[in-house]
């Protein structure tokens, strides 16, 4: 049996199979047809077959994702309505958490890139490489201390990891000028996020998880604005 044009094996094709000579061998291409269909069908039922299932990449892009920041400070946390600075206290300028530090070594609560050292070294503006903006400020109203107890260990631009050191604040210095300790870790494009959760108050260690950034999830970043 051969074929005498070009074309897809197929029911619709297999006349091609036909000998002109021998118009009966369209008997043979049924038969060689139904036993393929029949031992596919056997051999099915045997082995058996397993669905593999797709991949759907947009369920996925649509599953919530979060941003884990760590302790900058090792002291007490308290929420940012505690703070004795109304411009934190009203999330004036985000939502976040702050600490009553024990000592004046501050460190990186993500990895991502220094943004901004302020000219008074006494806060320091942070960017993720999730986009999530965090500005740690040491003290309320330590700007007016024109930098004098804080010495930065970075610059803008710099890259940080989790736990590198960003700055050190003279505590005793601050008090000594009649200035709480109290620092602020502000997420400053709050906005931007489903949900901004700081741990219940109590103390923290360096590292330590303190807070939790909620990424929108897809429907809702494509829902259109209201006019």
Request: avoid cysteine; hydrophobic fraction near 40%.
């Given at each position: 049996m051969a074929s005498h044009s070009m074309a897809a094996p197929g029911l619709f094709t297999s006349v091609q199979f036909i000998d002109k000579d021998n118009p009966t061998s369209i008997l043979w291409i049924a038969a060689v047809m139904a036993i393929s269909v029949v031992v596919s069908f056997a051999l099915t039922l045997i082995i058996g077959f397993e669905d593999i299932p797709v991949e759907d990449d947009e369920a996925d892009m649509t599953n919530d994702g979060s941003v884990?920041?760590?302790?900058?400070?090792?002291?007490?946390?308290?929420?940012?309505?505690d703070v004795a600075d109304e411009v934190f206290s009203k999330g004036l300028l985000g939502k976040g958490m702050a600490i009553d530090p024990e000592d004046g070594k501050v460190v990186s609560p993500i990895?991502?890139?220094?943004?901004?050292?302020?000219p008074t070294k006494h806060a320091i503006g942070l960017t993720d490489?999730?986009?999530?903006?965090?500005?740690?400020?040491v003290g309320i109203d330590t700007v007016s201390l024109n930098g004098e107890p804080f010495t930065a260990k970075v610059a803008a631009g710099d890259r940080v990891a989790v736990g590198d050191e960003l700055l050190e604040a003279d505590l005793d210095a601050i008090k000594a000028a009649g200035l709480?300790?109290?620092?602020?870790?502000?997420?400053?494009?709050?906005?931007q996020f489903k949900d901004i959760a700081p741990v219940a108050p109590g103390h923290v260690s360096f590292k330590e998880h303190v807070m939790e950034v909620?990424?929108?999830?897809?429907?809702?970043?494509?829902?259109?604005?209201?006019?």
């Open positions: 884990k920041l760590m302790a900058p400070m090792t002291g007490m946390a308290k929420g940012l309505h990895a991502g890139t220094v943004t901004t050292v302020f490489d999730n986009g999530v903006e965090v500005l740690i400020h709480p300790t109290t620092t602020m870790v502000v997420i400053t494009n709050s906005d909620f990424h929108h999830d897809k429907e809702a970043d494509t829902e259109p604005a209201m006019a």
